[in-house]
């Protein structure tokens, strides 16, 4: 199968703080599982639908300021057993900053070279 993606998608464990935007709102703050520059993938506790628009933070390590972005799911997993209510999401970038675009891309970039060095 072809990867059809524009983006490189990275593991990269980046605190991601949401809240959707519709009513009801909902918030958290999660572990990302993996991140690019269009989007990300994570683990959220209540079931969002396909189409959820978000507003999220996500705070890169060693940078004060968190990178703020607008989003919307693109689609939705059941992960677990009937019972459990564990969801993984991806989540499309909507809105980003070009500044924020610049910087995701630089932390992204950044990450890369020095996983290549190990």
Known sequence: MEENRKFVRIEW?????????EEPSAQDQI??????EGGARFIVYERLTKGTK??????????????????EVA???KIGDED?????????????SQNDQKRLKMYIENEIKERRKT
């Open 13 to 21: 464990p980046v605190v991601i703080k949401y809240k959707t935007i």
């Open 54 to 71: 978000l507003d999220f933070q996500l705070e890169v390590p060693f940078d004060p300021m968190p990178i703020s972005a607008k989003g």
């Open 84 to 96: 459990a209510k564990t969801f993984e999401v991806g989540v499309i970038f909507k809105g980003l």
């Open 75 to 77: 689609w939705i997993k």
């Open 31 to 36: 572990v990302g599982k993996d991140i690019s």
